[in-house]
């Protein structure tokens, strides 16, 4: 009997053993075929990855070609086409080429350069004005405040005229869009946007490139006005941040008046200092883009160093002298016993003493009736550019304009030796 079985069981040991053959060759065939299509997605994914990253970069670099090939060089005729109140002595002035060409593309956060013929000026007038929105390839729009005398102080002589005394339709001299102040395109990492009352400005434009490009990316923005009647453009923030889950804003009111609302039209009383930075920011890590009065920039700059945050992800910009001492911390260092040069001014035929008590080489020449043209006093619009015939001198902060070679920007410059300059 068990012989008789014996050729069935070999047989059925065989099958046996065959289809745990076969099981096992189709189970390797499968993990085979999982393994090839694993790695072809991996290799697809990689490839999409790639060819999306080179896409990326040409329409950078092609974007890039054309906002340079855009701008122009020296000043060009504008229009202004629309004029907007904002709040409490703040107007947006829309401009358009007057040549009917296009505009050229810009940076968010940059600004334009502006000569002005006033009535009663017997040279033309020059400043800067940051643009407050993002490009949008038809139209440049800046947003100035009128500055209001206070205690005897004098009134803005460019912000009075734009604001009192430019109406649609009105020429306007313009330089291409600069600075160095702007949101990085090849950064996507989270920002926090620092803005202090009309410093909100170029702030305003980051936000709104920001919200076009719709990655998704945290974005913060700390915005420190004195209350409701110098909030620039609340309803638009508002709008954005209940429309973006990813922004968030927080609004601080220095001196809010009964009708402000706290918990609708602002957070919190006081001024955006770096302990609010560290209270409500999860971590340091953000760049940072800060842009305000001087209290502000000589504050928030050196408290977000003091944190930890890295000088390459803090961005300032300064919209006029004070701020630009005080941003570069000039202020602290203002008070050096001892240390003086002597400048002399050749065409002037002078030498005069430089101590630190005086804060630029322009205010030097002032002081002592030598004329130099200046317009912006921030380093940014390089009218006051001046050959510097013998000696160094060194910037409070980096200027924004360049200088010729052999030429300085007094506006932002200290001695650093005696120093002969041509005028
Ligand atoms: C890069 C850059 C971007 C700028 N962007 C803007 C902007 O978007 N909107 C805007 O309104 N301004 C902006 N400014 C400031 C602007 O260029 C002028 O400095 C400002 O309008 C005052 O010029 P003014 O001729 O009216 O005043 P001036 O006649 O030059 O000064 C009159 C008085 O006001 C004081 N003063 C000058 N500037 C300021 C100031 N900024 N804050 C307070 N007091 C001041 C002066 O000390 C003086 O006492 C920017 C400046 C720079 C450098």
Redesign the pocket.
Known sequence: MAMELLPDLVRLGGAVILAAAVLQAAALVAAGWRRTVAEDRRRHFALELLRQRVAQATARTAAEARRIESQWQGYRKFRVERRVAEVDDVASLYLVPNDGGPVASYMPGQ?LTLQLRMPDQPRPII????L?ERPNGADYR????R?VPREG????????FLYDHTAEGDIIDVKAPA?RFYLDPDDNRPVVLVGGG?GI?PLIAMLNAIVAADDGREVWLFYGVRNSAGHVMREHLREVVARHPNIRQRIAYSDPTPDCRQGVDYDLKGHVTIDLLRQELPSNNFAFYVCG?SEMMRSLPAGLRRWGVPTTDIHF?A??PASVKAASGAAETGDQPGVHHAVTFARAGTTVDWTPAVPTLLDLAERNDIAIESG?R?G?CGTCATVLKDGDIEYLDEPAALAETGSCLVCVAVPRSDVVLDA
Not at 127 to 130: I, Q
């Open positions: 600004y400043r800067c004005y940051s407050s800046i947003t100035v405040k500055i102080g004098k009134p803005g002589l460019v912000s009075g600075g009309i400005t009065p910009e919209f006029g912006c921030a940014h």
